[in-house]
Structure formats: C-alpha cells, structure tokens
C-alpha cells in the first residue's frame, strides 16, 4: 500500500496552527515565530517525512528557497572548499545550494547564462561581465554578493581577500634566505594582486623576475608545464606559487628531478588547503580565510534578500602566512 504524502493541511490539523503559519515556518526561516513553535512544527514534518513542493512554495512566497553559488571550476581543491564552506552556512539556515560553473580556461567560451531561480548568487572569483549584467537586469534582480580577490570594485556586496600584502611578504622571505633566482609560478590567463605583488618586490630587489606560465590551473597542467620548462631553462631557488595545487605539482616536479625542497629550491603556495599537510615537506603556504569568508558572504546575502535597497556592504579580509620547512623555516 502506497503512503498518503503528508501536506500543509496535515501538519496544520496535528498541530493546531493555522496553514499559513506552518507554510511560513517551514518556508521562511526568518518569520517572526516562537522559537517552541518552530521546533514543533519541524518536528512533526520530519516525523511524518513532509517533503514541501517546490513549485508550490515558489508561487506562494515569491521564494524558491535556494541560493546560487557561482564559481570557475571544481577541479582546485580550494574552490572544492569554499564551495562546500557555503553549502555549510545556507543550510544550517534551512537553504538549498545548487552550483554553477562559469568557466573552462582561457580561450574557452562561458557557457550561456539564464536566469537563475534562486532567492540569491554569491559568485567566488570574477565571473564573466554578462552574467552578472543578466543577474542584476531590471527584469529580475536577483541579490548578488562577490567574494574572493575582488576585480570589481563597484560591485554592490562583496567579501574581499587581500592578496597583495601577504603576497609581498611571502616573495619577501623567499629572497630573505640569500636565494637572488626567484620564480612566480602561475597560470597564463592569472593577472591579480600576486602577480602584481611579486613583480614589484624583484624590482625593488633590482632582481630580474621569472614567470612561470602554466597552460591551465589542474595539477597535471601544472606538473608538464613546469617540467618543461625546467628541461629548458634549469630551476630556480625559489618559486612562490599561485595556489597549492600547483605548489603540491611543483613539489612533485622537483622530487622527480632528484631536487631537494627546499635545499634546491624553496616553495611557498597560496590557499591553505588540508592537502598540504600530507606532504613529506611541510609546505609554507598563504592561509584563505574561507570559512570567515563564507559566514560574511551568507550574512550579506540575507540581508540583501531583506533589504533590497540597503547600503553597499564591503569589507576586506586578511590571509595570513604560514611559514613551513619548505621554505626553510624548521
């Protein structure tokens, strides 16, 4: 025999509430209800295995209950972390994350944007200009929170990171050490504050700088680019790489020649990921502040869903630098 799915009307009945209410608590998080009748009506809908209908909750709130999160890819294991770090936030708030990837590499098409329906996009990183024209058409304004190395200054909300000091001092110590062949590991198409960072530290050394380029961002991207460009041109002392993703295929490349870390060459990587600390070599690295990051984008997130018209809400963060054995530091 087949289970009679349980609706609003049921759980109204059972609990002696109006259906208005228990489709407001159930629906809204933010409604202004008692924290015991709350509890209550979760309760009974997660006894009897309530499953809302969508389409039903979205015409009658204006509300589908969902956030977008926009992000260039998964295959970095940073990106893989913020994603999940937001997921963590909307949901204990009682939201549905679904993700959406917005880019390939350079050179490769976006693929097309259509209206979201979400309640709300937090994009990590700099999507392309169209999607967030789109996001914020006069046809639909969706709220719309940037985090990560910001690029667009005027964007309404954002949670910045500012890798450009931290990065300065990351090159600085590298040439601390006495090592003068200091190299910039870093994707092709990547243009921003460590890159920047590290440019203006060799110049002020009077040191000539040496930037690597990698054909893509994936570790084994990584790992054949550097090869071959050691089989070229010899290694350097040092390199100070654009994430840990690379600084873990640049640790690789080394081992395979026989090098040393960091005896032969220094490394220091950007991000903070766990999978460093599985490295035979401790890896030094900048250190995100993600989760900090994801509970700032989620607060302003709500309060632009509340408050359309509210004040931009920006602020900067500061990562750290965590020195390790493979830059010389015991």
Known sequence: MLKKNVN??????RLGLSKG???RILNDPQAPFAPETRRRVMALAAELEYRPNAIARALATGQTGSVAFWIRDLAVAYNAHVAQAFETQIEAAGYHLFIRLYGGG?????????????????????????WTVMAQSDSRRVPLVLTGAILDPEALDWVGVDFYGVSR??????LASGRRRVALLTPSH???????????????????PEVI???????????????EYIAAHGHPEAMFCHNDDAAIAASRVLVDLGLRIPDDVALIGCDGIEDIEYLTTPLSTIVLPIDEMC????????????????PPQRITLQPTLALRASSGVS
């Open 21 to 23: 209410s228990v489709s």
């Open 8 to 13: 609003i009307n049921d759980l109204a009945t």
């Open 190 to 208: 990547q243009c921003d504050d460590r890159r920047l960072a590290y440019l203006e530290v060799m110049a002020e050394a009077d040191l000539a």
């Open 295 to 310: 509970a700032l984008a989620w607060r302003y997130l709500k309060r632009r869903m509340q408050e359309p018209d509210a």
């Open 106 to 130: 350079e050179g490769k098409p976006f693929p097309q944007m259509t209206p979201e329906n979400a309640d709300g996009i937090v994009t990590h990183g700099a999507p392309p200009h169209g």
């Open 169 to 174: 001092t990351a090159v600085e110590h590298l």
């Open 213 to 227: 380029e990698t054909d893509g961002e994936s570790r084994s991207a990584v790992r054949r680019s550097l090869a």
